[in-house]
């Protein structure tokens, strides 16, 4: 089960296969936390300099298929500007708690509602499409909902993310790609796996977004099927 959605930022048209199908974001969730934290920042500039203190682990897993190769330590201290990239750099499950704690879970819903998105809610197995989630890409990119220093701060750190396998394989050499991917695994159905990764691809003089989402048995599949489906997207949307 796959969906795709492609769309010109420059100009506006747009592509989808099983655009509005349902699937598990998981890490991908990290994103509109970070979105919501620079929007608090936006009233109180010092919180992106505020000093957390990371005591013990929330999120204890050791099943996932991309750790991140620098989590956060316990007993070290880390501004939440920098527990934000670790976040999407390094898709830190630990960063992300420690910032969403301090956020809260009514800024960040907010952020969702200000979007227009459906609301996640305390304890919900939340689900979302491609188009969906193509939105919060899309308010960075146009730097629509938080100001444009933070909206392009964001964006550089999606540019820096650790995971390569994904969609930035379909592009060339030298090519930015300012992404967010997620995995879920085991009991979606049937023990199967879901992968994703959605990004913004800086095509010379035709930027794109690019989301793929896809559930099978096995994660080479949907990776296979992602650097077809990037390659074939930039192949083209680089063309003059």
């Not at 879970?105 to 491609?130: C, H, M, R, W």
């Not at 999606?158 to 997620?182: R, T, Y």
Request: aromatic share 10%; hydrophobic share 40%; proline share 6%.
């Amino acid at each position: 089960t796959a969906a795709v959605y492609v769309r010109d930022l420059d100009n506006g048209p747009w592509m989808g296969l099983n655009e509005k199908a349902l699937f598990y974001p998981a890490s991908m969730l990290k994103l509109p936390l970070i979105i919501a934290l620079y929007k608090e920042a936006e009233n109180d500039p010092k919180l992106l300099d505020k000093k957390i203190a990371f005591e013990a682990p929330v999120i204890q897993r050791t099943d996932l298929l991309f750790p991140p190769s620098h989590p956060i330590e316990v007993g070290k201290s880390y501004t939440m500007r920098e527990l934000a990239r670790r976040a999407l750099v390094y898709s830190d499950n630990e960063a992300a708690a420690l910032a969403g704690n301090e956020v809260g879970f009514t800024n960040i819903a907010q952020a969702f509602s200000d979007l227009g998105i459906p609301e996640p809610k305390p304890g919900e197995d939340y689900q979302l499409s491609v188009r969906t989630y193509g939105s919060f890409l899309r308010v960075l990119y146009n730097a629509s909902y938080v100001k444009r220093d933070y909206s392009e701060e964001i964006l550089k750190m999606l540019s820096e993310s650790e995971f390569q396998n994904g969609i930035s394989v379909g592009v060339a050499n030298g090519i930015a790609v300012a992404h967010k991917f997620g995995e879920r695994e085991g009991e979606v159905v049937d023990n199967n796996v879901q992968l994703h990764d959605c990004g913004i691809v800086y095509s010379p003089g035709r930027p794109y977004l690019l989301c793929v989402m896809a559930q099978a048995k096995k994660p080479a599949h949907i990776l296979d099927l992602m650097h077809k489906v990037s390659h074939a997207t930039y192949q083209t949307m680089s063309k003059p």
